[in-house]
């Protein structure tokens, strides 16, 4: 079974600065799409990055880029210049390709220092 | 372009009750999901649906939750009797098809058992 896990229950990070949330997973599918998803307090939660797991380049969005280690299934978020709005729960997640059955890791509170 | 539609936002009942939840997915959507996230913890697979038919119910716990997405666009999710430990956001996603790896969230359902 397919498992994913993020092992910084909580980061913080001075805002304008850097951080990197981490996650790992398992799996035996050699296609997948990897994703990091957002949710702010209350709010809904929201796609911030995907990854396709055929793809060596790692994807970026604006100040969110990841780091994909595939054969080290890694699967990493940076932030940069990081904003208050960016203070939420963070979620890995993984998806097979054919099935989507999307799987999240446990999460990461981020807090925003101003 | 209207997000997915969840009611009721909370919902408090006594252990032995039953609730409903109800889920609008995105018009055009093919794919719709609901999710049980407990406090502290990432959102755990329920039910998926493809259209009318169910993909994956592999981890609900049948006894006492049912979902039915009659019609192929909303779907219902009961639990009947609720026991304390699912106290949790019941969240309804939905994408365009199982293939697209982009599910987008709803904000969710927050059952309180006493």
């Known amino acids: 079974a397919q498992t994913v896990t993020q092992s910084q229950p909580e980061m913080s990070v001075q805002e304008a600065e850097t951080v990197t949330l981490s996650c790992t997973y398992d799996?035996?599918?050699?296609?997948?799409?990897l994703f990091w998803y957002k949710q702010p307090p209350s709010r809904q939660m929201i796609l911030v990055i995907r990854?396709?797991?055929?793809?060596?380049q790692n994807a970026t969005e604006n100040r969110f880029s990841v780091n994909f280690q595939k054969a080290a299934k890694s699967f990493s978020l940076k932030i940069s210049d990081s904003q208050l709005g960016d203070a939420a729960m963070y979620f890995c997640?993984?998806?097979?390709?054919?099935?989507?059955?999307?799987?999240f890791g446990a999460g990461t509170r981020l807090t925003v220092k101003p | 372009e209207a997000g997915v539609a969840q009611s009721p936002r909370y919902k408090i009942i006594e252990k032995r009750q039953s609730v409903a939840f109800w889920c609008n997915p995105i018009?055009?959507?093919?794919?719709l999901y609901w999710y049980q996230q407990i406090l502290g913890q990432g959102p755990k697979l329920l039910i998926q649906?493809?259209?009318?038919?169910?993909?994956?119910d592999s981890q609900l716990p049948k006894d006492r939750f049912s979902a039915e997405r009659l019609k192929g666009v909303d779907s219902t999710l009961k639990i009947q009797p609720a026991k304390l430990e699912d106290s949790a956001v019941y969240l309804c996603?939905?994408?365009?098809?199982?293939?697209?790896?982009?599910?987008?969230f709803g904000e969710g359902s927050r059952l309180t058992v006493l």
């Open positions: 996603a939905s994408s365009l098809d199982l293939r697209t790896g982009e599910l987008f």
């Open positions: 799996t035996s599918e050699s296609d997948y799409y």
């Open positions: 990854q396709e797991a055929y793809k060596q």
């Open positions: 997640a993984y998806a097979t390709r054919w099935y989507n059955d999307m799987r």
């Open positions: 018009s055009g959507h093919a794919t």
């Open positions: 649906f493809q259209n009318n038919g169910v993909v994956d």
